[in-house]
């Protein structure tokens, strides 16, 4: 439910198993509307999600009749990750959201020998003889390669040649 939905407590306070419920709706749409266990299941995540929260002290508990206060639950829940469609809801008042993004993360860029492990050389020669080198490696690699392939094939056929002949009753020898 992505932009435009609209939200349907006007009161100060809302039953928590009917916030519960819409939550759930707009964040997990398929999911509510396949229900039974499926939607059982997306509930259960929203409701730990909250649980959390309230052992983390970041959400108020509910009154003792069961309301949450609306304005400091959906500033908290618009802040959830993974329930970002809550955000554009239109008709909750006095929830505040803070929207500003996270900082950028540092980054460089080193130099390419510390990505291969080795240093590259500045020389066309040094270069060429380092790239023969490598197809070289890379040649004995594959061919390692083949001769494992080649041993675990000769397994395989060794095992369904027996699991075949033990079906028959082994090796068939006779009294």
């Known amino acids: 439910m992505s932009n435009g939905t609209s939200f349907p407590f006007s009161a100060v306070t809302a039953s928590e198993p009917d916030v519960v419920d819409w939550i759930t709706e707009v ?17 259960k995540r929203v409701r730990s999600r909250i ?3 309230r052992e983390k002290n ?5 009154s003792t009749n069961g309301h949450v206060e609306v304005e400091p639950f959906f500033s908290w829940a618009s802040r959830q990750r993974g329930w970002e469609t809550l955000v554009p809801t239109t008709g909750i008042q006095g929830v505040n959201v803070n ?6 993360v540092p980054a460089a860029v080193g130099a390419v020998g510390a990505l291969i492990g ?3 050389p500045d020389d066309p020669a040094a270069l060429k003889s380092k790239l023969i080198d490598g197809e070289r490696k890379i040649a004995d690699v594959e061919a390692e390669r083949d001769r494992y392939k080649i041993e675990l ?5 060794r095992s ?8 028959q ?3 068939g020898r006779s009294k």
């Open 51 to 53: 649980h959390y929260a």
């Open 27 to 43: 964040i997990y749409p398929r999911e509510f509307a396949s229900g039974g266990d499926i939607k059982s299941g997306a509930k």
């Open 153 to 157: 094939d000769t397994r395989r056929e």
């Open 169 to 171: 009753g082994g090796r």
């Open 99 to 104: 929207m500003n993004k996270l900082p950028p």
């Open 160 to 167: 369904r040649n027996a699991s075949k002949y033990g079906k």
């Open 118 to 120: 080795t240093d590259v």
């Open 58 to 62: 970041d959400l108020d508990p509910r």
